[in-house]
């Protein structure tokens, strides 16, 4: 059976609260909205069931440590691909996880991207990270072998605790840089990114969408 995006697979713990009006999203949301206008991020009726597709987070530098070794981060919500533009309102906080346990603690005006176990591996793994982007792109996805790009075999589906381990032994290896993009082969389509600003996370999908697209 074909998976279905963006179906929350983690234990949730979700506390429903405002957003924080101290923390700045301008960055986060230019960039996610970037990335829409791209069709790297968004919802489309001929696409995935017509559900939305791609996140975004950042960590939060200054807060403490929030469990098996990891920040805590902000992330857009659940099911927020049909918007070209987020509010604030539209993302959330995750305060804790736990690939272990396969749990994800969040609070926010809304529920965390079902990806946010992936994301929380990336933060775990490499603590100079601060901004991660999962997208989707076929062209990159098709590509992944001919232009290098590290992948995660196809048998490991997405949101999985499986999945985030992978994703930490892959970025946390000796000798991986400390900025870099990965293929999720058992996740149709889908790409991340991760660096310690949101315009090298950004430019390093533009800079590999550009290569996979001179193969036609």
Not at 76 to 92: M, N, P, V, W
Request: charged content about 25%; proline content about 6%.
């Amino acid at each position: 059976m074909k998976e279905q995006e963006g179906v929350i697979k983690f234990d949730l713990v979700f506390e429903q609260k405002p957003f924080p009006e101290t923390l700045d999203l301008r960055t986060l949301i230019a960039w996610r909205t970037l990335l829409y206008k791209l069709g790297l991020i968004g919802q489309d009726p001929r696409r995935y069931g017509g559900l939305g597709f791609g996140n975004i987070s950042q960590r939060i530098e200054e807060a403490p440590d929030a469990g098996d070794g990891m920040s805590r981060f902000i992330i857009s919500g659940t099911q927020t691909g049909s918007a070209e533009r987020l509010d604030d309102d539209q993302f959330c906080i995750v305060t804790a996880a736990s690939i272990r346990e396969n749990r994800i603690v969040a609070e926010g005006p809304v529920k965390p991207s079902s990806e946010a176990l992936t994301h929380a591996a990336v933060y775990h793994g490499r603590p100079e990270v601060r901004v991660v982007m999962h997208v989707h792109s076929p062209e990159l996805w098709r590509a992944t072998h001919r232009l290098g790009i590290p992948s995660i075999g196809r048998t490991v589906a997405y949101g999985t605790p499986e999945m985030a381990d992978r994703v930490h032994d892959l970025i946390s290896s000796p000798g991986k840089p400390s900025a870099g993009i990965f293929s999720m082969l058992g996740h149709e389509d889908g790409i991340v990114s991760y660096a310690n600003a949101a315009e090298s996370a950004g430019n390093l999908l533009i800079d590999a969408l550009a290569r996979a697209l001179t193969f036609g």
